[in-house]
């Protein structure tokens, strides 16, 4: 005689959430999200400065978060912790991914719809961003003049000269190859870390060393890390670049920049140069 089937247990009712808080939301505390809505302040009329203007906050924060992940990279390879460093340029990779997106609201702009609000933005214009010089001085792309457009702001400013004093990220690098026996020359590993880094023979030999080698070695690794971050910069430099000639031509740039003219001889420049150089030699 069989068993008769026993029901199955009724399942439990899921937990309503929290709804009825002191003060204001936890989440609200930890994102400031009341914050960041409610700093939009437009100066046209026209609709379509939302949106220009939330683009450019949301750059903000995406260059905010990449300079997090290239000074812990820079520190990590300071402290020979290379996967460490990989790990943070991995993160940056998917959030220059994310930053490189942001150009899609902003890239089909025509001439007149840019125009619409263009005067509003006065004399602002996007190389005066802090956060964007810090990510370019971690590249090695130094130069003191770019502090000037900030004296007026004494924390930017100090942030600012103190990047400008440190060792780049890729100055990390190659300190690093010469600790782990390649010869990089005395005139590279003592240069002078508030100037441009320039390209130089000695690292280049190093890379193609390390590329005719493991491929999964460490260094190997490093260096398509490096080149990942690298690529996705000069992509981030075509596609102002693109947007730029699209919204405006050839026009001056606001704030008495050059505009496409100065944007074309960024998009021509390497990141990381010896990376890129090596590859013929291997």
Known sequence: ??????????????????????????????????????????????????????????????????????????????????????????????????????????????????????????????????????????????????????????????ELEKALHQPCLYDEVVHLLARRGHAIPASVLDRDVALRYEACAAVEAAWAEIYSGDQNAELARLGEALSDVAELVWRWRNDHLVATRRAMGAKTGTGGSAGVAWLEKRARKNVFPELWTARSHV
């Open 1 to 158: 005689m069989s068993q008769q089937a026993q029901p199955l247990p009724e399942a439990a009712e899921p937990e309503a959430p929290h709804l009825d808080f002191a003060g204001t939301t936890p989440y609200e505390d930890y994102v400031q999200a009341d914050v960041l809505t409610h700093l939009q302040h437009t100066l046209s009329d026209d609709p379509g400065e939302m949106v220009f203007l939330v683009t450019t906050q949301v750059m903000e924060l995406w260059f905010t978060v990449i300079v997090h992940e290239w000074e812990t990279a820079a520190n990590a390879l300071r402290s020979d912790d290379v996967p460490t460093a990989v790990a943070a340029l991995k993160r940056s990779v998917r959030e220059l991914e994310a930053l490189n997106a942001s150009w899609r609201p902003l890239g089909q702009l025509t001439p007149a719809q840019f125009n619409s609000y263009r005067s509003a933005l006065g004399d602002g214009s996007g190389f005066q961003s802090a956060m964007y010089r810090r990510m370019e001085f971690l590249l090695g792309e130094k130069s003191a003049s770019m502090l000037v457009p900030h004296r007026g702001a004494p924390r930017v400013h100090a």
